[in-house]
């Protein structure tokens, strides 16, 4: 029954080393987004896609991109990771006809980063 | 611009007692309001949302909110708490139309002692 994938559950990084994390949804969703969780400071959103190739910058964009070559995969890119980006990020998704619960935002598990 | 606040990052309650997180938002336009629970190791489920129906919202493991206006206000109650209550709880807000955007509070952790 799992709607909103994301590929890895943790990961181990390198400062600098390019960092890719995939989010998958199987429920033909048009929007998706990119949040990032830290204690104390609750859920920022870094980018979301309303539509195949379009993509939005949320309110933390820095340091990273997005990419959406499909309307069921949403990639989140770190460039250049950073001590800084060691987070938990989660990916989620949400339809924009009423029948598919319009502003309800399924979510994935979750991808821990750690970045040395 | 909207915003939400959530007062407490930390509620503990005893098994059996009364929940009450709070909330309370900022919006320019009627907002959509939205209850979050995140349990260990988990990501994000739906508990309630208000979407300008009835002002009194019941959501899921007998959780339910109100929406009061004249407070800006849209706290999360439940009558007694279960040790599997146990999780961190996001209010979050968003003014609708063709924004899908949400925008999330701070997050509240409830503890439940038994």
Known sequence: DVKVTQSSRYLVKRTGEKVFLECVQDMDHENMFWYRQDPGLGLRLIYFSYDVKMKEKGDIPEGYSVSREKKERFSLILESASTNQTSMYLCASTGTAPSSGANVLTFGAGSRLTVL | ?114
């Open chain 2, 1 to 114: 611009a909207q915003s939400v606040t959530q007062l407490g990052s930390h509620v503990s309650v005893s098994e059996g007692a009364l929940v009450l997180l709070r909330c309370n938002y900022s919006s320019s336009v009627p907002p959509y309001l939205f209850w979050y629970v995140q349990y260990p190791n988990q990501g994000l489920q739906l508990l309630l949302k208000y979407t300008s129906a009835a002002t009194l919202v019941k959501g899921i493991n007998g959780f339910e909110a109100e929406f009061k206006k004249s407070e800006t206000s849209f706290h999360l109650t439940k009558p007694s708490a279960h040790m599997s209550d146990a999780a961190e709880y996001f209010c979050a807000v968003n003014s609708g139309g063709s924004n899908y955007k949400l925008t999330f509070g701070k997050g509240t952790l409830l503890t439940v002692n038994p």
